[in-house]
């Protein structure tokens, strides 16, 4: 055997230095085939060495606390890799006759394998050992076709193909113990950060996963060529997004004796002079421009309070644009107002232009559609809102980006 791998080996080394560049496209196509043959054929090597070694305890004799961590050392990778390597040799050397000669033929890779070997073994405790015979000859026709990840997935049907009496009953007990560890393993931990921020974590169930994604998938789409948010923050503003949803319904249960709502507390002089920051009822600080943005959003009930800490106001009615003036509103924007943008008015906030804060009227002539990114945005202060003459709402981009600051409007929902 020592002698055959020098020789491969001298071989291969011959191959390396070769002028590939000289080879016409056809051949060096070959190469390639006869090249990944040869890589499969030295893994069975490899993987049979590797179990007999294993077997053979050689690694404890040579004071090594296990195999993997003798491979590691030996062969100069991560142990995280010896670890594999000892495992998949454990699942070569069980595996059915057939496959361990597909992958000394070439003609599988060590995934394949794997994945084989898995899913004879399924095959084997369901259908018994006739179906898991016949499973590996599938298994390894298919394997010239299909990659490992696309193996697994066909797999999961082979009892159709080598034992269809009992393929439904048994894709039926699988689906119901899949189901079965959804139950049991779905979790979602909100761990807090020093900052305020939160951690979420966790595992979703079927059902829930298909929930959280027809709720936020609308919503991740970029709203713009401007739009600079990573798909990340596009996802967690979309969840932000159904949260203020869900508030706005009403129809979530009371906590505590009170509607679900957030509790911003803040001094009323410094609110009006932009310079205030925030506290949530549960203690964390907000900025002065995230104060201001919350206090005209209506889904938001702010407390605030005078110099002295007596209330001055909760929630007052009349600041919120609600009932009959939301609804005009709606029909007026039909959406959020900012340019571009396509988000629903169930969606959006209604922000004051002047805030009502600076004195500006709970009114139609003083309101806007805003959806959360763009509530946000016009909050930073770089955009600025007003009515035109028709009475719509217009934005001003910053010089920056237009030095003329041509006001534009959103023209997506005038053609709905």
Known sequence: ???????????????????????????????????????????????????????????????????????????????????????????????????????????????????????????????????????????VGWAAQFDAALLRKLGTRILDHVAPDVADAAAEAALRAQESRAVRDRHVTVSEQPDGRLRLTGILDTEAAALLRAAIDPLTAPTGPDDTRTPG????????????????????????GDPTQIVVTTGYDGLTR??????????????????????????????????????????????????????????RDRGCAFPGCDRPPRWCDAHHIRHWADGGGTSLDNAVLLCGHHHRHIHRGDWSVRLGGDGHPEFVPPVWLDPAQLPRRNQYHRRT
């Open 1 to 139: 055997m020592i002698d055959a791998l020098e020789q491969a080996e001298a071989a291969v080394a011959a191959c390396s230095n070769l002028a590939v560049w000289a080879a016409d496209e056809r051949d060096l196509v070959a190469a390639l085939d006869a090249a990944h043959r040869t890589e499969q054929r030295l893994a069975a090597v490899k993987l049979t060495l590797v179990r007999e070694l294993d077997g053979r305890g050689t690694a404890t004799v040579q004071g090594a606390s296990s195999t993997a961590v003798w491979l590691r050392d030996r062969l100069r990778v991560g142990v995280g890799a010896a670890r594999r390597l000892v495992k998949l040799a454990a699942t070569f050397d069980a595996a059915p006759t057939g496959v361990r000669d597909a992958l000394a033929a070439g003609t599988v890779d060590v995934e394949q394998v794997r994945v084989i070997a898995d899913t004879v073994q399924t095959a084997h405790t369901t259908a018994g050992a006739q179906a898991a015979d016949k499973a590996v000859g599938v298994l």
């Open 233 to 256: 923050q596009r996802r967690h503003d979309a969840v932000a997004d159904v949260c203020r949803l869900a508030l706005r319904t009403g129809e979530l249960p009371e906590n505590g």
């Open 274 to 331: 932009q310079l205030g920051s925030g506290a949530l009822d549960f203690g964390q600080q907000l900025t002065p421009e995230t104060v201001r943005r919350l206090a005209c959003d209506a889904a938001i009930l702010p407390a605030i309070l005078g110099g002295a800490g007596q209330t001055l106001d909760v929630g007052r009615q009349r600041r919120l644009i609600t009932g009959p003036l939301r609804r005009a509103l709606v029909l």
